[in-house]
Nanobody
Framework: QVQLVESGGRLVQAGGSLRLSCAAS????????MGWFRQAPGKEREFVAG????????NYADSVKGRFTISRDNAKNTVYLRMNSLRPEDTARYYC??????????????????WGQGTQVTVSS
């Protein structure tokens, strides 16, 4: 498994932007598809975005489509989530996950797989 560490979360005003990062350990980062998920208090964890091993295919939840962009830099073993036009409903703890090479859907990422500890994003109105 790969070890994942998220960063970049903070308090931001509605309409603002943030970029989250997820750094992976190990030399096999480009063997994994990567995903971002989020969980708000009292709610289930939900899929946000996924990217395949090369960065050539991406997938987004409808709620973030057009506002969020997932990308990766395999040379830096890092996946990013650029979040624009943030809304209070985007407030959640954001997690990155590693999955099978080509999988970019929510079900590609197993709860028992590699997950980070999360980074908190709070959007004030």
């Amino acid at each position: 498994q790969v070890q994942l560490v998220e960063s970049g979360g903070r308090l931001v005003q509605a309409g603002g932007s943030l970029r989250l990062s997820c750094a992976a350990s190990g030399r096999t980062f480009n063997s994994y598809a990567m995903g971002w998920f989020r969980q708000a208090p009292g709610k289930e964890r939900e899929f946000v975005a996924g990217i395949n091993w090369s960065g050539g295919s991406t997938n987004y939840a409808d709620s973030v489509k057009g506002r969020f962009t997932i990308s990766r830099d395999n040379a830096k073993n890092t996946v990013y989530l650029r979040m624009n036009s943030l809304r209070p409903e985007d407030t959640a703890r954001y997690y990155c996950a590693a999955g099978p090479k080509y999988g970019i859907s929510a079900t590609s990422f197993s709860p028992g797989g590699s997950w980070g500890q999360g980074t908190q994003v709070t959007v004030s109105s």
